[in-house]
């Protein structure tokens, strides 16, 4: 696939002026990263994209999944990210839509299928245990949730308790790199408390716990920022790299400390020290709405717009949610304005051929829309959400999307698909997975 980089060298190669403009109109027409987005956008009162065809679809694509994804403890490495807990989530998150009631404790003894194999793997591998994407407390998070909607209140118990120790884990420094970011850091063990009370309901956690982690969150992110003197009062790194997005970076980390407005307010400054690096994000969005994924690519050294992600992971598809938690705390017009922002450009830059999940995308994209519908209440976000639905089952997507290395996990393949094509049914309650702002 052609580049703009290489575009320059190959227009130079062409002496025959036509051949070369053809040249560049389907270099053009076929960005690397993405479809050219040809589905009709809203127009008012338009009912192109209606629920009526999900139901099977979901069916369909629940059942490629269990065919080829066997539930073995072997495929239970990468947690609920690319691991069959991942799996496990998806039947569990169906089986609380309203539009699966009647299969709800088939769905529930499926998910649980794929979660034991899980929680044996788990039990033998205490590496990364408190990462709540990539590690064990994901896994135990999910197990308490699937055991308690089925009735085992006892193991639910279990699992809830195993999660809840691992919180001394994260108010160590013994934390790997990336300490403080949400797939095996700080921010993460927060997702998964901010979940789980949602499942267990509010101050089932000991708050204790969650106000000593929001601490250390904190100090980290004013230590680090101090040290490499950097422009924004909390900035943190993993692997050496400061990134900026919902993944390994800033934006999830601030997300997550907003989540938890009593932590913040038993500290004078960190409210302020919260707010001023949300606004420094703020400050890096592009005017076509995207954010940059790190810092060592603003300015000069930014990406050049054919290489820019528009991901979940790194991009406005990720920083979009902590913009929406900044507009519901602070109740600023230019939160919402951003997201906003974010939400055209997924229109026109979110059809990844990178695939269907959530991560990096289609789905992960179109969840961008499904928060605006229910952050405004307007119908050309759920127009907008369900087009990106249907693109996924388009021979366009089947046949020129590329094959993710785990096509059947929670955050790069079908699962995450299918906890979309839910939520697409569902929007008024819609959320991408473990991160609901609302
Ligand atoms: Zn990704």
Redesign the pocket.
Known sequence: MLNLKNLRFLCLSFVNKDLQVRRIQMSMSHPKRYFINTLQDYEKDSNLFTNQKWNSKIHETVNIITDRQDPSVNAADGGLYVGIAGIGYMFYHTSLSPAFVSEKSELLKRGLKYIIPALKYAERHERDKSAFLLGNAGIYAVAAAVYNALGDKSKADHYFKAYVALAANCQTHNLPHGEDELLVGRAGYLCGVLWLEKVFGKGSFPAKDIDEICKCVIESGRNYARRHRSPCPLMYSYYDTEYLGA?HGLSGILQMLLSFPACLQSDPAAEQDVKASVDYLLSLQTQSGNFPSAMDELGRRARSEADELV???HGAPGVVYLMAKAYRHWKEDKYLKSCLKCGDLVWSKGLLRKGPGI??GVAGNGYVFLLLYRLTGDPKHLHRARAFAYFVFTPTFSEEARRPDTPYSLYEGQAGTVCYLVDTMTPDQAAFPFFDVF
Request: charged letters at 0%; aromatic letters at 16%.
């Open positions: 993944a991901h979940w992971c991560c990096h």
